[in-house]
């Protein structure tokens, strides 16, 4: 292996890395403390939005999160995974809602240092399970 490919597979690393660190802080800063100002920090202007309950853009994303934090206390998140690849970064998240907890994984895509699309599919833990390690 030459000097070179070395130093592109150190470039791509520090590149994924620095890619999980933003989603990871983002999450923590948005959904854990609260900080709807956290979007203008770390989400794109041309923001596009799969989770069909909200539409594309910043304010969309801002008008969801002031519904959804209203009366919310702030929290750890607790991640159970990150990964990336490419400009794609994989969180997988145990949440609550209300008493429940819920599975959620999150895909982002990094362009140019902020997120600039998210997928999330969110399931509730059950009750009963035929193994002792569902979900997480």
Known sequence: MTDHNISDCVKTNQMLESNKKLVADMYQ???GDK???AINKY???DYIQHNPSVADGKQALIDATRTWFRNSPKEKINIQH???DKDLVFI???SRSGSRY???IDIFRIKAGKI???WDVMQEVPDKAANKHPMF
Do not use: R, T, Y
């Open 43 to 45: 989400i794109a202007d």
């Open 116 to 118: 600039a699309e998210h």
């Open 35 to 37: 900080n709807i100002e």
């Open 92 to 94: 997988h998240l145990k």
């Open 82 to 84: 990150i990964g990336a």
């Open 29 to 31: 800063e948005l959904f």
């Open 102 to 104: 819920i599975s959620v």
